[in-house]
């Protein structure tokens, strides 16, 4: 579901619609990613067009456990329409570079 890209830690969502059954493998990717000792997260979802309440719930806490590690999460290249739900959501500040 995470593909790496040429910039050091950017990863790619290759999903263009993240819903709840998608979320335990965002997850394990995101594991994976962290474990590998990056100091900065930086997800790509220039592909995503859609993503559920569970996404965003998954995304939170994992900023939350990562902030406190010194790792940093941020989202780019978010698309109007997931950027009005975050907008909406009052998510924004939180998630998006």
Not at 9 to 27: F, G, H, M, Q, T
Not at 67 to 85: A, E, T
């Amino acid at each position: 579901m995470i593909t790496k890209t040429v910039e050091e830690s950017c990863y790619r969502i290759e999903s263009n619609r993240l819903d709840v059954y998608s979320a335990a493998s965002l997850e394990e990717d995101m594991t994976n990613i962290f474990e590998k000792g990056v100091t900065s997260l930086y997800l790509d979802f220039s592909q995503v067009e859609e993503v559920s309440s569970a996404v965003l719930g998954l995304l939170l806490y994992k900023k939350m456990i990562y902030s406190k590690k010194g790792v940093r999460l941020m989202l780019i290249n978010v698309n109007p329409q997931v950027q009005k739900i975050l907008r909406i959501l009052n998510l924004k500040s939180h998630l998006l570079l």
